[in-house]
């Protein structure tokens, strides 16, 4: 009996040592965020996002994802992403992911990334694995990612419509990005047909390698709302999101870092289905 009592325990520690690694991170970034001169750009952000999972087989599937990112809720973009990508269920509990993304970012803001004025692309590629556990009601993840980014480097040209970006070159940079999400339901042991949940996640994005500049903490997000699920493999959710995003150059006219604090809305729309059943 006493050496069950301790294997639970053991197994309640490991469970909070990524919670435990992700504080640390963000006290050390947000220690050197408090230090340093920055501008601050504050943002209202709504977006809205479809993910789409579909199992091929037992062990293979298909990850589909948009996002439709926009600014003051929904009046201007913010940002466009596109992924598609592969994944392979280990077991149960651990399953590994890989894939592509195509990301747009707008002008926006008042020190905005895209600086020229005009919209510029990036592409990613990513490799993902996911442990996944259950504590009584709740549903804990956590995933690991690396990213390879390739970002466009922009010379401005003249048309009769106005500025058009002539991409020159491209810039490579690598990522790691942790998240920790979880899934709680509220009436009775899981989250079945219509029935509510609360859901959150928290995901730190740190930048390593060449390329990097001062985008070595690159963000962080925190979500968290409340979910339906109207059907097995389809549900509705509406989140809190704040984002804290570090730019990788400094600011051209002060020289100092900046910094967007985005907070707002996140709406999202998951739909999953398994056509090794048919």
Do not use: C
């Not at 047909?193 to 390329?211: H, K, P, V």
């Amino acid at each position: 009996m006493i050496s069950r009592i301790r294997q639970k325990e053991a197994v309640a520690v490991r469970g909070w040592y990524p919670l435990l690694f992700t504080g640390l991170l963000l006290l050390l970034a947000t220690t050197g965020f408090a230090q340093r001169q920055r501008l601050l750009d504050r943002n209202a952000i709504g977006w809205y996002v479809y993910n789409g999972d579909y199992n091929l087989t037992r062990k293979w599937g298909i990850h589909a994802e948009y996002q439709w990112r926009r600014i003051d809720l929904i009046r201007s973009w913010q940002q466009s992403l596109a992924r598609l990508g592969v994944t392979y269920a280990l077991s149960d509990r651990v399953s590994l992911a890989g894939g592509y993304t195509y990301f747009v970012t707008f002008p926006f803001g008042d020190y905005p990334q895209a600086d020229l004025g005009i919209p510029y692309p990036e592409h990613r590629t990513y490799q993902d694995i996911e442990l996944q556990d259950t504590y009584g009601r709740l549903t804990l993840s956590h995933r690991f990612r690396l990213e390879q980014r390739w970002l466009a480097e922009q010379a401005e040209t003249a048309s009769a419509e106005g500025p058009v970006g002539r991409i020159i070159s491209w810039t490579f940079q690598n990522r790691a990005r942790y998240q920790v999400s979880g899934d709680l339901a509220l009436d009775g042991p899981t989250i079945d047909d219509q029935e509510f949940y609360l859901n959150f996640f928290d995901e730190l994005f740190i930048g390593f390698g060449r390329n990097v500049g001062e985008n070595v903490f690159n963000q962080n997000r925190i979500s968290g709302g409340l979910g339906y699920q109207f059907k097995n493999g389809f549900q509705l959710e509406l989140n809190y999101l704040n984002q804290i995003l570090q730019h990788a150059e400094l600011d051209a006219a002060s020289g100092q870092s900046v910094f967007e604090i985005n907070n707002g809305f996140r709406l999202n729309l998951n739909h999953t289905f398994d056509f090794s059943r048919k």
